[in-house]
């Protein structure tokens, strides 16, 4: 099995990779080339590569590199969720219903063996819980031999299951964010509503900790945890893992309004101003039944790609075109050049009823007047 990926990028760009390895080699395309075509490494190759990864395996080359053909299709980043169903029950959990269906397996390599023509290069697992999904492991290991450098995004309840931690020791994903609901038992298990959750958080982080796996942490601030939110990252840096804290409460997918409670108001924090984004033209979505979106949030209209294959996804870019142009109450806003909400967001807050307080700055007084 390879150690290393050399892909196309975007812009006519080339990069060698190695799947749980920092850093890579942007290379020419003449190099590009002269590593497509060669039965054994050119001289300069190992070089480049121990200088970025130090000791790393390069032989046999044609089995130890993987060389991915370009695409015409300009994608380079997708997500996927495995299954929408998940062994916690979070009322802040944007995904509403949670339903256990997934493609089955057919449907699904033929839709994995579509995202690599696409181009997709990074590709992060999701669900739901994905570790969950009865095909998780032919899942990652398929995508994984077709050259894709994966991220999971996962609650770590599973991660403490050996047939799991094996494949993902021998065969490293590019990071695991772990989802953190508390930094306690009580506070923990009561926002997942399943007794027993943090223990199991706790077992996973650890196994994976001691199996060297690069994780991370997203902590998950809502009403229920905010008093933990120190001890949390406290957690994070005494364990060394990279964290990342969210606390903005979203809709759920259905533009239903039962997530929005669980926001702690004095956590809501004014977004990033929105300049644009490269949903459906570079990146793009696939839900548990193989429906492609421009990216989790703006879901409709989509491409069914079981169905129609690679070449149905050159109708997203002008989906996403039309999708981010501002809109309804949006149209001729005249805070447009400071608004931190994407026109899909604001479709499902304004679906759900949510307060303009959440995402809207005509919801904010003071900001307006001093603008
Ligand atoms: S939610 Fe908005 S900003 Fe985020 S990827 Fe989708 S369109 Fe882009
Ligand atoms: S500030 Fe409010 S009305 Fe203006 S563009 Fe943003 S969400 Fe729309």
Redesign the pocket.
């Known amino acids: 099995m390879h150690t290393v990926i050399v892909s196309p990028y975007l812009d006519g760009e080339y990069f060698a990779l190695s799947p749980g390895r920092r850093g890579g080699i942007r290379i020419s395309e003449a190099k590009y080339l002269e590593l497509s075509a060669a039965a054994d490494s050119p001289a300069w190759f190992p070089e480049a590569a121990s200088s970025v990864w130090g000791d790393i395996d390069l032989e046999p080359f044609t089995d130890k590199v993987l060389v991915r053909q370009p695409s015409s299709y300009g994608y380079v980043r997708a997500t996927y969720e495995l299954n929408l169903g998940c062994n916690y029950d979070c009322e802040h959990c944007y995904l509403g219903l949670k339903k256990f269906e997934g493609l089955e397996w057919p449907d699904r390599e033929k839709m994995i063996r579509d995202l690599q023509a696409l181009g997709v290069l990074w590709f992060q697992l999701t669900g739901g819980e994905p570790t969950i999904d009865k095909l998780f492991r032919e899942t990652y290991m398929l995508s994984f031999e077709l050259g894709m450098m994966i991220s999971i995004l996962s609650n770590g309840s599973k991660l403490h299951d050996a047939r799991i931690l094996e494949m993902l020791t021998e065969h490293r994903p590019h990071d695991i964010t772990i989802s953190v609901y508390g930094a306690t038992e009580a506070s923990y298990d009561s926002l997942t509503r399943r007794p027993g959750s943090y223990r199991k958080f706790i077992k996973g982080v650890r196994a994976g900790h001691e199996a060297g796996l690069p994780l991370k942490f997203s902590l998950i601030v809502t009403k229920h945890n905010a008093d933990e939110q120190a001890r949390m990252e406290g957690m994070a840096e005494e364990l060394g893992i990279p964290y990342s804290t969210f606390v903005n409460m979203s809709p759920t997918i259905y533009g239903g309004a039962e997530t929005l409670p669980s926001q702690s108001l004095e956590h809501l924090r004014k977004r990033k101003t929105?300049t644009g984004?490269n949903?459906g033209h570079t990146f793009f979505h696939v839900d548990p039944h193989g429906m492609a979106s421009?990216?989790k949030?703006?879901r409709e209209p989509n491409i069914d790609l079981v169905a129609e294959g690679p070449e149905g996804m050159y109708r997203l870019g002008e989906i996403a075109d039309s999708l981010?142009l501002r809109q309804g109450g949006c149209t001729g806003c005249t805070l447009q050049g400071s608004c931190g909400t994407?026109m899909?967001?604001v479709q499902l807050y304004r679906k759900a009823n949510s307060p303009l307080a959440n995402y809207c700055q005509h919801g904010h007084p003071k900001e307006v007047n001093a603008t």
């Open positions: 929105f984004c949903a421009i990216c949030i703006g981010l994407c899909p967001l």
